[in-house]
């Protein structure tokens, strides 16, 4: 099957070498020239210089060359991209006939403007076409080493889902299907933010029990939220919620959790960034994620505080005090 993948970084590419393997034909859709002259060139990218790309992977300029007659669409670009790229394949779709073709959202985070869950903003956007959310502990750099792992394709269409499964699975990659939409994108996006603040934690030269306490913690809040939005509770304690986390906070590839560590040290966000040299969803996730608190009035203090280091300049430190020193009150 040809199948067209949206965004040519390192998930994009990292979902075409195991497309490959699964023997289908990636077209790779990317905005930047070096990109496709590397894929098409010299077979690698700069953000997996270990990784082969393979002879069957083509990239390219134009979005409607990628899109034709293609059997899948994989869109794998940052949130803050997310909705004008939705709208330049809805575009497409409209003169193509791929109204039926499913939508596979590989992105992870919240809209900033609006609050919206990616899946939600795809949905605006391509209005015809089923969408699945794919998601769980998965670097790019492991994906495309052939690293075994398991993840879930989550979607409102239970054939949407399972199609997913089968074109994505293998011996390597186990992809599990869920109904459970916001619940698997929710967890996703949100711990992200509590990796960056793991890493904080770390930074600020805490140990094991911090860590360890923080994440369990955050996995509380995120819960809470999902709860309140209609997800289900056993979802955040599963692959896309805990497992997704322990690796986010923990991994040697997580930009959240090195950026969190340079905060931690001193940085100011800005120079945390720029360190790390690429996109940190955590960072952008964390103002959306309290504007859903607010909104379904669920207490997240663990994000409001990352809040106010990252946008009020406030003293991780001092943070931390504040959550230590907060009302006594029963776990559960």
């Known amino acids: 099957m040809k199948i067209s993948i949206i965004g040519g970084g390192s998930m994009g590419a990292a979902v075409a070498v195991l497309l490959c393997r699964n023997r289908h034909t990636p077209f790779i859709w990317t905005p930047i020239e070096q990109e496709v002259s590397d894929v098409n060139c010299a077979r690698r990218i700069d953000r997996l210089p270990e990784i082969e790309i393979p002879s069957e992977v083509t990239a390219s300029l134009d979005m409607e060359y ?3 007659n ?15 790229t939705a709208k330049n394949i809805q575009n497409i779709i409209n003169v193509s006939g791929l109204e039926n073709v499913t939508v596979v959202c590989c992105s992870k985070g919240i809209e900033n403007r609006t609050g919206l869950l990616l899946t939600e903003v795809i949905e605006e956007e391509i209005t015809k076409n ?3 959310v794919l998601s769980g502990p998965s670097y790019a750099a492991e994906i495309a080493m052939g690293m075994p792992t398991a993840v879930v394709a989550a979607s409102k269409n239970a054939d949407a889902a399972s199609f997913c499964q089968d074109i994505f699975m293998n011996a390597n990659f186990r992809v599990y299907t869920s109904e459970d939409v916001i619940g698997v994108e929710l967890g996703g996006a949100l711990k992200n933010i509590i990796a960056l603040c793991s890493g904080i934690s770390d930074g600020l030269g ?3 029990d911090t860590r360890a306490a923080l994440l369990t913690r955050g996995i509380a809040e995120i819960s809470r939220l999902g709860e309140a939005m209609g997800a289900n509770p056993k979802t955040f304690f599963g692959l896309t919620g805990i497992g997704d986390l322990i690796l986010t906070a923990t991994g040697k ?3 959240n959790k090195q950026a969190g560590m340079l905060i931690g040290k001193g940085y100011s966000l800005q120079d945390a960034l720029s360190e790390v040299r690429m996109v940190t969803e955590g960072v952008s996730a964390a103002g959306p994620a309290l504007i859903l608190a607010d909104k379904y009035n669920v207490d997240m203090p663990i994000i409001r505080e990352a ?3 990252l946008y009020q300049n406030a003293d991780p430190k001092e943070a931390v005090l504040r959550l230590m020193g907060r009302d006594k009150k029963s776990e559960f």
């Not at 293609?70 to 004008?84: C, D, E, W, Y």
Request: cysteine-free; proline content about 7%.
């Open 66 to 68: 990628v899109l034709e």
């Open 130 to 132: 089923p969408v699945v």
């Open 206 to 208: 805490f140990g094991d």
């Open 307 to 309: 809040n106010a280091i």
């Open 253 to 255: 590839y997580s930009r």
């Open 70 to 84: 293609t059997g899948l669409i994989v869109i794998a670009v940052p949130s803050v991209f997310m909705r004008q």
